[in-house]
C-alpha cells in the first residue's frame, strides 16, 4: 500500500523512465516539469506543441531537448487530440496538460472513451498527503463535472475506487459529503448520499465501504454531548475518498493546500490510464510530485517495468 | 480581528451588557460556560426549571443570580424565546440543547420568526494563527443555494459583522469555481456581479474581489500565474462562498484539518443567534456569545 507521497517519489525513479506526452509545454513552468522529472529519472518525454517557442523556452532554462520527442502542433484541441491518442493506442504514453485550457483535454478524452465503448464521464481525483493520517485521501470530482446528478455520482465513486484499489488500498472507505445538518430543508446532496449507501450495501461499488457520515464534522467531530476538543489521532478517521457535492466545493476543498500543511496532487483515470491535470496555478514543483504520481500509478495499472 | 482572545475581550469592555437568551437551556455544557458569558451578558434561561437549577449547582454556579423561566417543553421554549426577541426584551438569542430542525423551523419562520422581513445567514469565523487574523465564510448554514439578490443581502449581513469588529475596509472574495467568467457556472457570473457593484462602492467601503477561485483568493504567486489581478489577494476577510454546500465544507475543513478554532453566528435577524454546532471548543462557543455582543442592538450604536 502507498502510504504518502514519499513512497510515490521513490517508487516513480525505481524503474527505466515512463513514456509521457506533455501537450503544449512551451511554457516555463510546464517546460521545467519535463526537465526536472526526466532528471529524476521518471520520464522519457515528447512534447506536442510549437517547436520554435518550446526551443526558446528550452535555451532559456538550459534544458538539452536533444533527447525529446517534438511533435510540432500549434492548435490546442489538435494538441489534446494526439496526446490522448497517444494514450489509447498502444504507445502507453501518460498525457501531461500544458499551457493549454483543460477543456480541451477533457473533450478529447470523452470523444476517444465514447468512440471505444469506455466511460461516460471522467472525472479528477485529487490526491492529498495529511500529515498524521497514514494513508492517501481523494478528493473528487474536483474539476469535471458541474453539478454531478446521481448516476454521476455513481461513476466517480467506481472512478476513485478503482485509483484507491490500484494504490492498494484493498477496501477503502468512501464518504459522499453534503452540508445538510437540519439548519437547511434537506439537500439533494444529502438524499443522494443516503442512496449510495444503500446502493454500496448491495455491493454496487465491489470492495468499498461508503460510510454514513457526511461531513468531516460528523467523522472526526462526533456528536454535540461535549465540547470539541482537537484530537490529532482522529485525524486517521479520514476515509480514502471524499466525494464532494459540486464543482465549486470541489475545486475550493482540493486546493486547501494553499491554506493547510497538506500535499495535493491530482489526476484523471481514463479506461487506459492516468493523465495529469495540473492546475494552472501550480508550479513545477507541484507538477514535477502530480507526474510522479502519474507515472507510479500507470505502472500499477499496466504493469510495466 | 487578529484573534477569539482579543474579540472577548472587547466585548468584555464594553459599558452595557446585552441581554441573552438561552433556550432550552437544560444543557450542561453550555450552563458550564456562564462564569465566562455573564463577563459579556445578562442571562435568561428558558427551559426546565428544576434541571437548569441542579446543573448549575453541579457547575458550581450560583443559582440565584439568574433568571429562569420554566418550560418543560421544548417547542414553547423557544417560542417563548422569540417573543422575548420580538418584545426587546432580550437581545441575543442561544441554541440550547435541542435538535437543529425544530430550532431553526421555528425561529426562521417566515411569519413568526426572527427574520420576517431580512435574509439570515450564518457566517463562520475563523481564526488563523499561521496569519495572525479571523476571517469569515458566508454563507456556511442556511441558504441552500442563494440567488444573486440573496448574496448580496449575506454580503451586506457580514459586512455588519466587520463593522462591528472594527474591519474599516473589509475585503471581500466572492468566490467561485473559476477566476474568470463562465456563462455555463452562475457562482462565477453572480462574483463578476458582487465585484462590480464593489466597485461602484454599492457594499461601502468594502473591496470585492471576484470571480476568484481558492488560489487566487489566497496566494499571490497562484494569482500571479493566473495572471489575475486582485486587491483581496491574500487578505481576505471576507469569503462569500456560492452556496451551503461550498461554505459549510470549506469551514469544517481548516477548522479540522487546520486546527482553526471556530465561531459561528447567524445574522441578518432581529437579533443574533447563537446556533448550537457540533465541533465547538468551548472558546469558540465563548467567542461566539462575544460576536453576538458587538453585534446586539444597544452595542452597534457604540460602532
Redo the contacts between chains.
Keep these: 500500500m502507498i502510504e504518502d507521497f514519499n513512497d510515490i517519489d521513490a517508487l516513480a525513479s525505481q524503474r527505466k523512465p515512463m513514456g509521457l506526452v506533455a501537450l503544449a509545454a512551451d511554457e516555463e513552468?510546464f517546460l521545467r516539469t519535463v526537465k526536472q522529472a526526466c532528471e529524476r529519472g521518471y520520464i522519457q518525454p515528447c512534447i506536442i506543441g510549437d517547436s520554435e517557442k518550446l526551443r526558446r523556452r528550452a535555451d532559456h532554462i538550459e534544458f538539452d531537448l536533444s533527447n525529446v520527442a517534438i511533435i510540432e502542433e500549434k492548435e490546442p484541441q489538435a494538441i489534446a487530440d494526439k496526446g490522448i491518442d497517444m494514450l489509447f493506442s498502444q504507445d502507453a504514453y501518460i498525457p501531461m496538460k500544458g499551457h493549454i485550457p483543460t477543456a480541451y483535454v477533457y473533450r478529447a478524452i470523452i470523444r476517444k472513451e465514447r468512440s471505444i465503448g469506455g466511460k461516460d464521464t471522467i472525472s479528477v481525483n485529487t490526491l492529498w498527503d495529511?500529515p498524521g493520517v497514514s494513508h492517501l485521501v481523494s478528493i473528487t470530482d474536483t474539476g469535471v463535472s458541474?453539478h454531478p446528478d446521481y448516476e454521476t455520482k455513481r461513476r466517480i465513486i467506481n472512478d476513485a475506487v478503482d485509483l484507491m484499489h490500484i494504490l492498494g488500498y484493498n477496501r477503502p472507505k468512501v464518504a459522499v459529503?453534503?452540508?445538510y445538518?437540519?439548519?437547511?430543508?434537506v439537500?439533494d446532496?444529502f438524499i443522494e448520499a443516503k442512496r449510495l449507501q444503500d446502493e454500496a450495501q448491495r455491493g454496487s461499488f465491489g470492495e468499498c465501504d461508503l460510510i454514513p457520515e457526511t461531513?468531516?464534522?460528523?467523522i472526526?467531530?462526533?456528536?454535540?454531548?461535549?465540547?470539541?476538543?482537537?484530537d490529532p489521532a482522529a485525524?486517521e478517521k479520514t476515509p480514502h475518498v471524499l466525494v464532494?457535492?459540486?464543482?465549486?466545493?470541489?475545486?475550493?476543498?482540493s486546493?486547501?493546500d494553499?491554506?493547510?500543511?497538506?500535499t495535493r496532487r491530482s489526476l484523471v483515470m481514463t479506461s487506459k490510464g492516468p493523465v495529469i491535470i495540473p492546475?494552472?496555478?501550480?508550479?513545477h514543483k507541484v507538477i514535477v510530485g502530480e507526474v510522479a504520481l502519474g507515472v507510479v500509478v500507470a505502472r500499477l495499472l499496466w504493469g510495466t517495468n | 480581528m487578529r484573534s477569539f482572545s482579543s474579540l472577548i475581550q472587547k466585548a468584555q469592555k464594553g459599558t452595557s451588557k446585552p441581554r441573552m437568551v438561552i433556550t432550552p437551556a437544560h444543557d450542561v455544557r453550555i450552563l458550564s460556560l456562564l462564569p465566562e458569558i455573564i463577563t459579556m451578558t445578562k442571562p435568561v434561561l428558558i427551559g426546565r426549571a428544576k434541571q437548569i437549577q441542579e446543573q448549575l449547582i453541579n457547575c458550581g454556579v450560583n443559582v440565584s443570580g439568574f433568571e429562569i423561566l420554566d418550560e418543560q417543553d421544548e417547542s414553547t421554549a423557544i417560542t417563548t424565546a422569540v417573543e422575548l426577541v420580538h418584545s426587546n426584551k432580550v437581545e441575543i438569542l442561544m441554541q440550547g440543547s435541542v435538535d437543529n430542525t425544530l430550532f431553526s423551523q421555528m425561529v426562521f419562520d417566515r411569519k413568526k420568526g426572527i427574520g420576517a422581513t431580512s435574509i439570515l445567514s450564518h457566517i463562520s469565523m475563523l481564526e488563523h494563527s499561521k496569519e495572525g487574523k479571523c476571517c469569515m465564510i458566508t454563507d456556511t448554514l442556511i441558504n441552500k443555494a442563494p440567488t444573486l439578490r440573496q448574496k448580496i443581502a449575506i454580503l451586506e449581513n457580514a459586512l455588519v459583522v466587520a463593522k462591528a469588529l472594527g474591519i474599516k475596509r473589509p475585503k471581500v472574495a466572492a468566490l467561485a469555481a473559476l477566476e474568470y467568467v463562465n456563462p455555463s457556472i452562475q457562482s462565477t457570473l453572480d462574483a463578476a456581479v458582487l465585484s462590480k457593484m464593489g466597485d461602484r462602492h454599492q457594499f461601502g467601503d468594502a473591496i470585492v474581489g471576484g470571480p476568484l477561485d481558492i488560489d487566487c483568493a489566497v496566494s499571490r504567486e497562484a494569482s500571479k500565474r493566473k495572471r489575475v489581478s486582485s486587491k483581496v489577494t491574500s487578505d481576505v476577510d471576507i469569503y462569500l462562498v456560492c452556496d451551503v454546500e461550498s461554505g459549510y465544507s470549506f469551514a469544517e475543513f481548516l477548522s479540522l484539518l487546520g486546527r482553526m478554532e471556530m465561531a459561528g453566528i447567524i445574522v441578518g435577524g432581529q437579533s443574533p443567534v447563537i446556533p448550537n454546532r457540533a465541533c465547538t471548543t468551548r472558546k469558540a462557543k465563548i467567542a461566539e456569545v462575544a460576536l453576538a455582543c458587538l453585534l446586539s442592538k444597544g452595542r452597534q450604536n457604540d460602532v
Excluded at chain 1, 244 to 253: K, M
Excluded at chain 1, 279 to 283: C, M, N, Y
Design positions: 513552468e495529511i458541474i459529503l453534503s452540508a445538518n437540519g439548519f437547511t430543508d439537500l446532496s461531513s468531516l464534522t460528523d472526526l467531530a462526533g456528536t454535540r454531548g461535549a465540547f470539541f476538543e482537537f485525524l464532494v457535492p459540486h464543482l465549486d466545493a470541489g475545486n475550493i476543498l486546493k486547501l494553499f491554506i493547510l500543511d497538506v492546475s494552472r496555478s501550480d508550479t
